[in-house]
């Protein structure tokens, strides 16, 4: 007997103990679901206050836009640079000069010399007749050289690199052949787009950080007004237990949905600007005989700029909270 009661008791606890971890997980998962309800309402609320201010919300987009679209748009503007004279540094040849008088079987055998030597993509032989007749035609000094006894034009070989940075070994090489005369490889101009290539890469990053400052500075003092709007509603919140996550989370919505739509107008903004050069820029490189055509922001930029202005926006709004809000306590 007293065994049987002892097991009905253990069958009451085990039940018991059932029922308590069913209820655990179910207020884990009422808790769970409670927070994401939180979060959503949060972010419609926050978008909702956001509407009923629409100048001083425009004004606020427009401000982060203008600031996230200046550095944007140099960094766009350096790295189709970039592209540009990656094109001219594949187009790079290096003119060998092959000395007056020497014979025909000497100069083809010269070609070859040319494309054994390491480092050589391909060469290309122009004869001192073709040179003369494309100096004919371009120079605009036709009617001179009929004066001329003979042709002063060397035979001529344009010499393809692989690599770039191979050129100046390249060029000591063929320096050694004796036949050659001369050797021109006019390099120094890309050096110097390389460094102010560079140059405006810091530039850029120089200027996105300060502009990304302003847009900290400009969210926060948003934010710091709507806390200073919203005193009373935030101490009667603090009075019921409300906690200090629970208090800052519409604040810190409103920070980033300022740099989500700040970045998004940046983005039309920068858009519209390419459609505007497009043309400008299709001519210019048609006028240069270049396929050459602008690069825009791209779906990959316009996501990271989405999320660049989403993050700006959300620390713009962490640092006035952290700021202001605590200083408001429940008396």
Known sequence: ?????????????????????????????????GYKHHHRTTLQSSFAKMLQEPFQTLLTVVVIAIALTLPTALYISV???RQLSGGVESSAQISVFVKKGARSAAIEKLGEQLANLSGV??????????????????????SALQYLDENPLPETFLVQPLLLNDSAKLVAKIHKITLVD????????LRRLGAL??????????????????????????????????RDEIVIVKLV?????????????????????????????????????????????SLYQSQFRLTGLGF????????????VGLAGAWVSVRQHMYDIKPR
């Open 1 to 33: 007997m007293a065994m049987t009661n002892h097991k009905s008791r253990g069958s009451q606890h085990s039940q018991q103990t059932q029922r308590g971890a069913r209820g655990s997980a179910v207020s884990r998962l009422d808790r769970w679901r």
């Open 79 to 81: 790295e189709n640079i």
């Open 121 to 142: 993509a391909s060469v290309t032989h122009i004869s001192a007749a073709t040179a003369l007749e494309e100096f004919n035609a371009l120079s605009g000094f036709g």
């Open 182 to 189: 001369d050797v021109q490889l006019d390099m120094e101009w």
């Open 197 to 230: 290539l560079d140059v405006g890469r810091k530039l850029v990053l120089a200027l996105a950080a300060a502009l990304g400052i302003g847009v900290i500075l400009v969210i926060g003092n948003t934010i710091r007004l709507a806390i200073q709007s919203r």
């Open 241 to 285: 237990g409300g906690t200090d996550a629970y208090v800052r989370r519409p604040f810190l919505y409103t920070g980033l949905l300022f740099g989500f739509f700040g970045a998004f107008v940046a983005a039309l903004m920068l858009v519209g600007l390419g459609f505007w050069l497009e043309e400008s820029v299709s001519e210019l490189a």
């Open 300 to 311: 990959s930029g316009f996501l990271t700029l989405l999320v660049i202005g989403g993050v």
